[in-house]
């Protein structure tokens, strides 16, 4: 087990409505990490906060958004889902202390499906 | 950017086998570290191996191995000794230092392995 945590672990929402996915990182990391995985494939980089704060962004729109907070919990939001959503998403946790190696620890991810 | 390369979807081994399942990557930049991630049924993506770029030798962890060639930009992972459990989707993932987006994980295709009892 890696200590992260992600709820709901399914979750099934109608084209046009908006989610909003949980992760609960391992104690005293600082950095959590969101990443889409699509069906056989592999998972892609979505965004990270580091200490609260957006720290980089991959390919993904707006509606896309998130929130880390002091608990070492954090959210990600979609709004106006699109069908092709539907994935298993995947929070990592790490703890970044300068540049240099860091290892993500990841959770058992959170399988959404939009009809 | 940054591509990594998973060429074979699917590989299968007898217990108690080695198998090699293979990974190269495409980069301009000169410190990185690579990664193997394993994904079992269960979902979790569980940490295999890591092998820092600026070290030559190849990183090991008890039955697995990597064999990092820097100038052909391959990474393979060795399992030696296959287990039962060992089946599940391995990942070959990429990421420079902490700046930024370049922290994050740039992932292959994934491979599907089985091990047969």
């Known amino acids: 087990e890696t200590g992260v945590t992600q709820s709901p672990t399914h979750l099934i929402k109608t084209r046009g409505q908006q989610v909003t996915l949980r992760c609960s990182s391992q104690?005293?990391?600082?950095?959590v990490s969101w990443y889409q995985q699509a069906l056989g494939q592999g998972p892609q980089f979505i965004f990270q906060?580091?200490?609260?704060?957006?720290?980089g962004r991959g390919n993904f729109p707006p509606r896309f958004s998130g929130l880390q907070f002091p608990n070492y919990s954090s959210e990600l939001n979609v709004n106006a889902l699109e069908l092709d959503d539907s994935a298993l998403y995947l929070c990592?946790?790490?703890?970044?202390?300068?540049?240099?190696?860091?290892?993500?620890?990841f959770g058992p991810g959170t399988r959404l499906l939009v009809l | 950017a940054q591509t990594v390369t998973q060429s074979q979807p699917e590989m299968s081994v007898q217990e108690a086998e080695t198998v090699t399942l293979s990974c190269t990557y495409d980069?301009?930049?000169?410190?990185?570290?690579l990664f193997w991630y394993k994904q079992p049924p269960s979902r979790q993506m569980i940490l295999v191996i890591r092998?820092?770029?600026?070290?030559?030798q190849n990183a090991t962890e008890n039955r697995f191995s990597v064999n990092f060639q820097k100038a052909a930009k391959s990474f393979s992972l060795k399992i030696s000794d296959s287990q039962l459990g060992d089946t599940a989707m391995y990942f070959c993932?990429?990421?420079?230092?902490?700046?930024?987006?370049?922290?994050?994980?740039?992932f292959g295709k994934g491979i599907t392995l089985s091990v047969r009892p």
């Open positions: 990592a946790s790490s703890l970044v202390v300068g540049p240099g190696l860091e290892t993500q620890y």
């Open positions: 092998q820092e770029a600026y070290k030559q």
């Open positions: 980069t301009s930049e000169n410190n990185y570290y």
């Open positions: 906060y580091y200490r609260e704060e957006e720290n």
């Open positions: 993932a990429f990421m420079t230092s902490f700046t930024g987006a370049n922290s994050k994980l740039t």
């Open positions: 104690s005293g990391h600082n950095t």
